[in-house]
C-alpha cells in the first residue's frame, strides 16, 4: 500500500496538469486523474514489475485524453464544450495569427495523410470522424456490414498513425479533426 501512497503524491499534480493542459478543463482532468489512479490501484500487485513507471503512466493519461476526445468526435455537446476550451488555451499559441498557423499546418498534416487513404478507408473515415455518423449508419448508406466499415475504420486510423510523423503530437492532431468537423 506504501507503495501506491508514494505513487499518488508524485504523479497527482503532475497527471492533472496533463490534462488540464490537453483537455483545459478542470472538472475533467479531476476525473480522469482519479480514473489513473483507479486503475493503478487495479494493477496494484503488478506495479513492482514495470519498468519505466513514468512512461506507463504518461502513457495512460494520453490514451485516457484519446478516449475522451474521440468520445466527443460522436457527442456534439461534449465536442463543443472541448473545442470552446481548446480555442481558449493560451498554450496553443499566444495571437491569432499563431492559432491559425498551428491550425493550418495540423490541418495540412491531416489533410495530406487522409489522401493517401485508399477511397473506401477515406470515405469511411471521413464519414465517422468528420461526419459522426454511426458504424451503423454508414454501414446503411454504402451498402456494406457494419463489421466491414468497423474494418475500414480500423485500417484507416492504422494507415494514418503509419503515415504521420511519430513527433507529431496526436491529441493536437485529434484536435485539428475535430475543428474541421
Known amino acids: 500500500m506504501m507503495e501506491l501512497e508514494n505513487i499518488f503524491y508524485t504523479y ?75 480555442n481558449d488555451l493560451p498554450i496553443r499559441g499566444k495571437s491569432d495569427i499563431e492559432k491559425k498557423i498551428n491550425a493550418d499546418y495540423y490541418h495540412t498534416i491531416l489533410e495530406n495523410s487522409l489522401n493517401q487513404l485508399p477511397p473506401q478507408q477515406r470515405l469511411i473515415f471521413t464519414l465517422s470522424k468528420k461526419e459522426g455518423l454511426s458504424n451503423k449508419l454508414i454501414a446503411q448508406q454504402l451498402g456494406l456490414s457494419t463489421s466491414t466499415v468497423k474494418n475500414h475504420l480500423y485500417q484507416a486510423v492504422k494507415n494514418l498513425k503509419s503515415s504521420i510523423n511519430p513527433n507529431i503530437d496526436y491529441i493536437v492532431l485529434i484536435m485539428s479533426l475535430l475543428a474541421l468537423a
Open 12 to 86: 497527482r499534480d503532475k497527471i492533472f496538469g496533463f490534462f488540464v493542459k490537453n483537455l483545459s478543463d478542470q472538472d475533467l482532468a479531476k476525473d480522469l486523474t482519479q480514473e489513473v489512479f483507479f486503475q493503478l490501484c487495479k494493477k496494484q500487485d503488478q506495479l513492482h514489475s514495470i519498468e519505466n513507471l513514468n512512461s506507463y503512466i504518461y502513457l495512460m493519461c494520453r490514451n485516457l485524453a484519446i478516449n475522451h476526445i474521440n468520445k466527443a468526435s460522436h457527442e456534439k455537446k461534449y465536442k463543443e464544450r472541448i473545442m470552446h476550451a481548446w
